[in-house]
């Protein structure tokens, strides 16, 4: 699986689409006009979270538990030695969020290595050929300053003095294997980093290990990936003019909708499209990724498949939530176009998306690449609902699912998809009755955002709880807040 060619969400596309969206969609309405006007919430269904749906409860935030996030250290946690063992140089590949965990973990592996890190690398975003790089898009300065009792950061090898010709440090290149241990870095690394006097880690995205039993080390990954990374400036303006202009009316919510080719190709859920189009997705699934027998009705029965733009609507109207909800659409190029939006836009038709909210010159500079994955990150990030339609590995919603815990357990809608499978597929094979029943069913054993375990394959960067958050007042002493994070 080479998850790097998955590009992630944000990008232009969308407005010339929506323009392109006719008004009237009675063939569909037709259709769903039946589940419309169903009854409201009967369900006692057994469930870990709650038995019913309460609209009100999902727009003002899960319950907390009494936990906060914190992530200073809560015990000895010494500054970086003067003595550094050497410097550390990765090149960071993915898009923007893949990214930004491969950033986290460079700064751990650089603090365990006692080496100097040097301002990591951000590849070019492969699919929309970007290049701004760290300092296109995050706050170099503050990066630096906020870590600096972590790690010593550097923005570029310094020039050495060698018989004395003055030259740049030759970084001895390693690939780390896949989700190293801490060991590897300490012995293979480090040996090498001590024989070189610089190491430079290529690819580096889940170079290291994800569950390491030390709260110390996490804690530091939260304060990178929650604190140290702060987009540059001109991107959080611009995204906290479209949050504002979002919540002029109340509450909106944002959906991260995952219908793009790439994601597809990769899931191999071809079926629903024309021939001209699975060509497309064939070819696109040919070269970028390992070759698999890929058969579109037992993927979509387990769950494989990335919902459809109606059966999102499908789901937030069985839920509850009426056509006058505003929605903010994250993503890129829709495939399909037309045809799979409108069914959508005819259940949920206050749709918005960031060229749509602030559809100015500056925006079209800033959206395309990763400054337009940011700022649809920070959008999302502060909406008072979100919802992702495929978190598979480390992607745009994996990660703002962990940073919307990390904000104060922001609520998320997320679909089971192999629970909702069979409902969908029951549908269209004509059995209707007891559809929007059994999607609440299905909803209310999901997780809308509350502190909960994190069983793998569930990130770290997905879930931080529970070593980056805190109690006031806890029955467990090591859950006690630091006194200098209250
Ligand atoms: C490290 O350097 C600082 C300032 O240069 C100095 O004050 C401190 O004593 C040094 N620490 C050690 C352990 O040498
Ligand atoms: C890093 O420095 C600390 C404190 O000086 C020391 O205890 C630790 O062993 C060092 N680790 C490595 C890998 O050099
Ligand atoms: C929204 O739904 C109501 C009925 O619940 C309907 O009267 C109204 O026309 C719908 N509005 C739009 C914009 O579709």
């Known amino acids: 699986m080479r998850r790097q060619h998955l590009k992630q969400g944000g990008g232009g596309g969308i407005t010339r689409m929506m323009i392109k969206l006719s008004v009237s969609v009675l063939v569909l309405v037709i259709c769903t006009v039946s589940f419309l006007f169903s009854s409201t919430i009967t369900t006692s269904v057994q469930s870990n979270y709650r038995t019913e749906i309460h609209l009100e409860e999902l727009w003002s935030g899960a319950n907390s538990g009494g936990w906060r996030p914190s992530s200073v250290p809560r015990s000895h946690w010494p500054p970086p030695p003067n003595e550094s063992n050497g410097y550390l140089r990765v090149r960071c590949n993915g898009g923007l969020n893949q990214q930004r965990s491969a950033i986290s973990n460079a700064v751990l592996a650089a603090r365990i290595m006692n080496a100097t890190l040097v301002l990591p690398e951000l590849d070019a975003n492969s699919f929309w050929h970007d290049d701004s790089g760290f300092h296109g898009i995050y706050d170099v300065e503050y990066f630096i300053k906020t870590l600096k009792n972590d790690v010593r950061i550097v923005e570029s090898f310094p020039e050495i003095v060698k018989n004395g010709k003055k030259k740049k440090i030759k970084a001895f290149q390693l690939r780390p294997p896949r989700d190293a241990p801490i060991s590897w870095y300490t012995s293979v690394a480090l040996e090498k980093m001590k024989e070189h006097g610089a190491i430079y880690l290529t690819p580096f995205s889940h170079r290291l290990a994800e569950e390491i039993d030390v709260a110390e080390y996490q804690?530091?990954?939260?304060?990178?990936?929650?604190?140290?990374?702060?987009?540059?400036?001109?991107?959080?303006?611009?995204?906290?003019?479209?949050?504002?202009?979002?919540?002029?009316?109340?509450?909106?919510?944002?959906?991260?909708?995952?219908?793009?080719?790439?994601?597809?190709?990769?899931?191999?859920?071809?079926?629903?499209?024309?021939?001209?189009?699975?060509?497309?997705?064939?070819?696109?699934?040919?070269?970028?990724?390992?070759?698999?027998?890929?058969?579109?009705?037992?993927?979509?029965?387990?769950?494989?498949?990335?919902?459809?733009?109606?059966?999102?609507?499908?789901?937030?109207?069985?839920?509850?939530?009426?056509?006058?909800?505003?929605?903010?659409?994250?993503?890129?190029?829709?495939?399909?176009?037309?045809?799979?939006?409108?069914?959508?836009?005819?259940?949920?038709?206050?749709?918005?998306?960031?060229?749509?909210?602030?559809?100015?010159?500056?925006?079209?500079?800033?959206?395309?690449?990763?400054?337009?994955?940011?700022?649809?990150?920070?959008?999302c990030l502060h909406s008072d609902i979100f919802m992702p339609t495929y978190d598979g590995p480390s992607n745009f919603a994996n990660n703002l699912l962990g940073h919307r815990l990390y904000e104060g357990f922001r609520t998320t809608i997320r679909p089971d998809r192999k629970a909702l499978a069979p409902i969908f597929i029951d549908r269209e094979n004509g059995k209707t009755a007891g559809f929007e029943e059994a999607i609440r069913r299905a909803m209310l054993t999901t997780n809308f955002g509350g502190a909960h375990k994190r069983v793998t394959p569930e990130s770290f960067y997905t879930n931080s709880w529970p070593e980056c958050f805190c109690k006031l007042s806890p029955d467990n002493s090591a859950d006690r807040c630091p006194s200098n994070d209250s």
């Open 219 to 379: 804690r530091l990954r939260c304060r990178v990936n929650y604190h140290a990374l702060r987009f540059k400036p001109h991107i959080m303006k611009l995204s906290q003019s479209i949050v504002n202009k979002l919540r002029a009316q109340g509450h909106f919510m944002s959906i991260h909708l995952r219908f793009e080719m790439d994601m597809l190709a990769f899931a191999g859920c071809f079926d629903i499209f024309t021939p001209e189009e699975q060509q497309v997705l064939r070819k696109y699934r040919d070269e970028n990724f390992a070759p698999k027998r890929l058969v579109y009705n037992e993927r979509r029965a387990i769950g494989k498949c990335p919902l459809t733009p109606e059966e999102v609507g499908l789901i937030l109207r069985s839920m509850g939530f009426d056509n006058a909800t505003k929605i903010y659409l994250a993503a890129g190029e829709l495939f399909g176009g037309d045809r799979f939006m409108k069914p959508f836009r005819s259940l949920f038709p206050n749709l918005e998306n960031h060229n749509s909210v602030e559809p100015s010159d500056e925006l079209a500079e800033n959206t395309r690449g990763l400054a337009g994955s940011a700022v649809d990150y920070l959008v």
